[in-house]
């Protein structure tokens, strides 16, 4: 894991650089904790990414938003770092700043291409009572909750399958 002086990192925020926060690839070769926090502060584009299934056996998401907000907890001995609205930002935002496909839109607004995803907290009983949703997301949100995607308008996925693929064809494809 590279450990950056403080001047490294504003020279590579000076020039662009942008970095993929991979946690859970991070944990499991052993590489270490990233140093998230001090790499916005210095104004470094982070994304939150998955790396690949060579070092990423789920691909989740949401499982790298949670372990990724608890490793800089755990690693600033800080309970409040990096919340939902945080975490979201750098899965979201963060990511698409650093592959370059910053939109400009922020949220759902007319005239833009839909990306979304609804969830059913009661999919997963270790999601109830949900409180606080951005933070049920966080902590305890996986695939087993996700109902619908939309992408660019389209439904891909209904009440938790794929609308394009059918299960059969995938469990063949991924078994191979």
């Known amino acids: 894991m590279w450990s950056w002086t403080r001047q490294g990192r504003a020279a590579l925020a000076r020039h662009g650089v942008g ?3 991979n946690p859970l690839s991070n944990t499991r070769l052993g590489s270490g904790i990233a140093t998230v926090i001090a790499m916005r502060e210095a104004g470094l ?3 939150l ?5 060579a070092s ?7 499982e790298a938003m949670r372990i990724g907000a608890y490793l800089q907890r755990a690693a600033h001995r800080r309970a409040d770092l990096l919340g939902f609205a945080e975490m979201l930002a750098i899965a979201a935002g963060g990511a698409g700043e650093v592959l370059g496909l910053d939109s400009g839109v922020d949220g759902v607004v007319a005239g833009a291409r839909a990306d979304l995803v609804l969830h059913r907290f009661e999919r997963d ?3 109830l009572p949900v409180r606080d949703p951005g933070a049920t997301l966080l902590t305890c949100a996986s695939s087993r909750t996700v109902d619908t995607v939309l992408m660019a308008g389209e439904a891909v996925v209904r009440e ?7 299960e059969e ?7 191979r």
Request: hydrophobic share 40%; glycine share 12%; proline share 0%.
């Open 19 to 21: 970095v993929s926060y």
């Open 45 to 47: 584009r982070v994304g």
């Open 49 to 53: 990414g998955v790396d690949g299934a």
């Open 56 to 62: 990423n056996d789920t691909q989740d998401i949401l």
């Open 125 to 127: 009983y270790a999601c």
């Open 160 to 166: 938790g399958r794929s609308a394009r693929l059918s």
């Open 169 to 175: 064809f995938l469990v063949d494809l991924l078994s």
